[in-house]
């Protein structure tokens, strides 16, 4: 069983409406990561939470330490959301991160 | 602040051949980790360096090594190259004090033929 497990795989939505990824992990954890990754390969951090809530702009991050679960929302959605969204543990015990298997995010107009 | 930068961006290698890549980290990022990102096993944690020592190491074989440089420049070896290593080579740089938030480089394609 993978420590990090992410859903849906792929994800279809269109322009506006409201996205919500899911994520759930096994191991005991330091904090939560977010990332986002466009075509080409280039990943930017979107998010590191280790309790609560985090929003940026129509992004926003929740964390339930005691579920071992995590969503990553986004609101209304826009076409130039499409990537693949990634969730990465970051060990208790290590300072390594663990990734889910990503889901892929598409927008369509 | 300049982004974190890697060189070569792509490169192609014959099988038993080694490569060095380069990742230069953000200014004054002293963190530096290296990670690797086929499409069969995902993304997977090769190792970090902080101020030129290998704090944290994953589980790959010896065939990868790495180093950081006193100006925390980094670099990442794979010797005796097999198919399989065929991947994106990403480096992502962090203060590597109490947080550590990834910074991400645009990553290396390598091909091994």
């Known amino acids: 069983k993978n420590e990090v497990e992410q859903s849906p795989q792929n994800l279809t939505a269109q322009e506006g409406e409201f996205i919500t990824i899911n994520c759930s992990y096994s191991?005991?954890?330091?904090?939560l990561h977010w990332l986002q990754q466009h075509p080409g390969g280039g990943i930017v951090s979107l998010f590191m939470?280790?309790?609560g809530k985090k929003k940026h702009g129509r992004l926003i991050a929740t964390i339930n330490i005691q579920e071992k679960h995590s969503s990553l929302h986004i609101t209304a959605s826009h076409p130039r959301d499409s990537a693949v969204y990634i969730c990465?543990?970051?060990?208790?015990?290590?300072?390594?991160?663990?990734f889910g298997s990503g889901t892929q995010l598409t927008v369509l107009p | 602040k300049a982004g974190v930068t890697q060189t070569p961006r792509y490169l192609i290698k014959t099988r038993g051949q080694q490569v060095t890549l380069s990742c230069s980290p953000i200014?004054?990022?002293?963190?530096v980790s290296w990670y690797q990102q086929t499409p069969g096993q995902g993304l997977q944690f090769l190792f970090e360096?902080?101020?030129?020592?290998?704090?944290n190491k994953g589980n790959f074989p010896g065939r990868f090594s790495g180093r950081q440089f006193s100006n925390s420049r980094s670099e990442m070896n794979v010797s005796t190259l097999e198919l399989g290593d065929s991947a994106l080579y990403l480096c992502?740089?962090?203060?590597?004090?109490?947080?550590?938030?990834?910074?991400f480089g645009p990553g290396t394609r390598l091909t091994v033929t």
């Open positions: 992502a740089s962090s203060s590597g004090q109490a947080t550590y938030e990834q910074y």
């Open positions: 191991v005991g954890i330091s904090a």
């Open positions: 939470l280790s309790s």
């Open positions: 990465a543990v970051e060990d208790s015990s290590a300072r390594q991160l663990t």
């Open positions: 200014s004054g990022h002293r963190s």
């Open positions: 360096y902080f101020s030129e020592t290998q704090r």
